[in-house]
Structures are given as C-alpha cells and as structure tokens.
T-cell receptor, first 114, second 116 residues
Framework: AQSVTQLGSHVSVSEGALVLLRCNYS??????LFWYVQYPNQGLQLLLK??????LVKGINGFEAEFKKSETSFHLTKPSAHMSDAAEYFC????????????FGQGTTLQVKP | KAGVTQTPRYLIKTRGQQVTLSCSPI?????VSWYQQTPGQGLQFLFE???????NKGNFPGRFSGRQFSNSRSEMNVSTLELGDSALYLC???????????????FGPGTRLTVL
C-alpha cells in the first residue's frame, strides 16, 4: 500500500532563507507524487506534480521538487522564502492510473520569520 | 472559469442529525472526489465519483455516502452525526481525460462542519 511521510510537522525559516520540506513515500510501484499548499480557511492548491517525465519538477511560486527513487523521496524546496509562503504544505501520492484518489502526508506548517 | 464551489461553507449540527454537503465542479470536469480533514487524522479520502458512478471509496463507515448527478455536481451525506465527524470536508474535481493521476485535481474551499 502507498503511504507518505512528511518529516517535521513544523518548519521555521527566516525570510530569504532556503525552504526545505521533506517527503518520503512508500510504494511498490512507481508513484505519482504531488505537493499541495493550503492557506488558512482555504482549500488545497497544487504546487507541482511528478509524473515520471522529469525527476526535477518546477512548480508555481518558485517551488521545485526532485524525485529520488533511490531515497524514495520527493522533497520540496525554494531558494528564498517569502512571508507569503507561510502556509501548510501537503505531500501526496497515488499509483493508480484509473483514479484521482490521493494519499496525503500529515502536512508541514511553514513559518516564515521576518 | 469558475473554480470548485462548495456549499454551505459553514455548518453547525447536533449529534444524531444528518447533513448534506454540495460540491459543484469546474465546468467540464467529470470526476469529483471528497476528503475529510481533521487535526488528528489529517486529510483522508472519502470517495470518488466519475460519470455518476462511485469509482473508489475510502475507509469510512456507511454513515458517509455520496452521489453524483448528470451535470457532475456531487453531494455527500452524513447520517447520525457523531462528535468526531467535525471536520473540514473538501471536494476536488478533475477533467479526467483518461490520463489518470496526472490530471490535476482542483480543490474547493471546503465546508466546515461542527457537530455539537
């Protein structure tokens, strides 16, 4: 069965610093991986997705993630944090080609300090 | 193009009551999925509908049910509400052109259900 583990429920960085949010997956077959962001009182917005086309995936708002099969990881990074990046971030996985069902990690709250 | 809309946005019910939540997908989208979000359990998949048929179901009791109409709008119903059903219920839609999970899922703002 697929699963996703996000390391660190809370991450705090200073404005302008590197953002690194960790995600490891467990899957017996090649997965499809996603990062979503949720701002307070809002739904989820897709940041980026890995669908096996390229291991380095670029998303919106300057975020990117690299799929590393050997490490079963899909960490999210951004070179320079902005105050507006403060939100909750979710990593998700699916393996079925016949469904949109997503398995989510527990989420990581990103705090950006001025 | 309008996004996914969910009504109502906030709802307060008492234990034992039932509730119906509505989701209108983005125009042209045929797949609708529902998720429950709670602080303790996180985001959990409830069910998915495609062309009025339930395609997948999560691990929730039978009190949770849903349906999809011919215009792709979807409703979910929770009967005999329990305190633990208090959550944010999110709906997501996708165009589902047969590319499966590569199709982007667009989420609505959610319905915040409080059970007293």
């Amino acid at each position: 069965a697929q699963s996703v583990t996000q390391l660190g429920s809370h991450v705090s960085v200073s404005e302008g610093a590197l953002v690194l949010l960790r995600c490891n997956y467990s899957s017996s077959v090649p997965p499809y991986l996603f990062w979503y962001v949720q701002y307070p009182n809002q739904g989820l917005q897709l940041l980026l997705k890995y669908t096996s086309a390229a291991t380095l995936v670029k998303g919106i708002n300057g975020f990117e993630a690299e799929f590393k099969k050997s490490e079963t990881s899909f960490h999210l990074t951004k070179p320079s944090a902005h105050m507006s990046d403060a939100a909750e971030y979710f990593c998700a996985v699916t393996i079925s080609s016949n469904t949109g069902k997503l398995i989510f990690g527990q989420g990581t709250t990103l705090q950006v300090k001025p | 193009k309008a996004g996914v809309t969910q009504t109502p946005r906030y709802l307060i019910k008492t234990r034992g009551q039932q509730v119906t939540l509505s989701c209108s997908p983005i125009s042209g989208h045929r797949s609708v999925s529902w998720y429950q979000q709670t602080p303790g359990q996180g985001l959990q998949f409830l069910f998915e509908y495609f062309s009025e048929t339930q395609r997948n179901k999560g691990n929730f009791p039978g009190r949770f049910s849903g349906r999809q109409f011919s215009n792709s709008r979807s409703e979910m119903n929770v009967s005999t509400l329990e305190l633990g059903d208090s959550a944010l219920y999110l709906c997501a839609s996708s165009i589902f052109q047969g590319q499966g999970p590569t199709d982007t899922q667009y989420f609505g703002p959610g319905t915040r259900l409080t059970v007293l």
